[in-house]
């Protein structure tokens, strides 16, 4: 399976870090793997221009689940799609405590993606505290049954594994919880999507650095990466993309 590199801006960057993403063309590895940028929804349109012509593609990093209507504030999966985004994050750890999104609004919000003819990258994650009691991999698997639309196949459809507590902490799970964990998710997503949940890509993210990547990617099931803050310079990301290749 190709490896999917993605980037998650969150919200940095203004226009004159649109440089970041227009270095990554053309470097080492880029056509061994699929390169997603995800700016600020402020950069999208301008960062889908840069890229234009290349391999790499530009993504944003939530979406509201109706097409229109009265959702002041709000961005639609449609609007996405016309301003040059190929794929959009979804329940992001971030997402789901600060604005309580739950299970059944991603899977709306998926369902949107899909029907604009995006690709989701649906992420998932434990806490510090339920790895400890021993229930990582039950609550990961309840929160990608409930967050997978019907809608969802290998080629709209990206599952990103973030523990809560290795997002931008520099903490790391062993290779062998990474392991056990991207396994339970393979089981799972067969188990929903049949033939369609083993063409699923399974990124891992939290921490992912130029440094500790190549570990990483050697690990079964793991199909790529979901990287914040080594992805806003493109050195750095560039060396990412370069262990995957
Ligand atoms: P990090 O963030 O790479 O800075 O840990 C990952 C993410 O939140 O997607």
Not at 94 to 108: G, H, I, K, L
Request: with cysteine; net charge negative; proline share 2%.
């Amino acid at each position: 399976m190709k490896k999917l590199i993605a980037g998650n801006w969150k919200m940095n960057g203004l226009a004159s870090s649109l440089a970041e993403i227009e270095a990554l063309k053309g470097i080492t590895g880029e056509a061994a793997c699929d390169i997603v940028v995800c700016p600020p929804l402020t950069l999208v349109e301008k960062a889908a221009e840069r890229v234009g012509g290349s391999r790499i593609a530009i993504g944003a990093q939530d979406c509201h689940a109706q097409p229109s209507g009265a959702y002041t504030g709000d961005v639609s999966a449609e609007m996405l799609a016309e301003i040059g985004a190929r794929f959009v994050i979804l329940g992001h750890s971030e997402r789901r405590s600060a604005y309580r999104e739950t299970d059944a609004a991603v899977a709306a919000k998926a369902i949107a993606v899909h029907q604009a003819g995006l690709t989701s990258i649906i992420c998932v994650g434990e806490t510090r505290a339920e790895r400890d009691e021993g229930r990582a991999i039950e609550v990961v698997c309840a929160q990608l049954e409930a967050s997978i639309p019907n809608t969802a196949t290998s080629s709209n459809t990206v599952i990103a594994y973030e523990p809560v507590w290795a997002i931008g902490t520099g903490l790391v799970p062993t290779l062998e919880q990474i392991e056990e964990m991207h396994s339970s998710i393979r089981q799972a997503l067969e188990k929903r999507l049949g033939e369609n949940g083993l063409g699923v890509r399974i990124l891992y993210g939290g921490s992912v650095k130029a440094s500790n990547a190549k570990a990483i990617f050697g690990v079964s099931n793991v199909d790529g990466a979901l990287v914040g803050g080594a992805s806003l310079k493109a050195s750095e990301f560039a060396g990412i993309i370069t262990a995957a290749a």
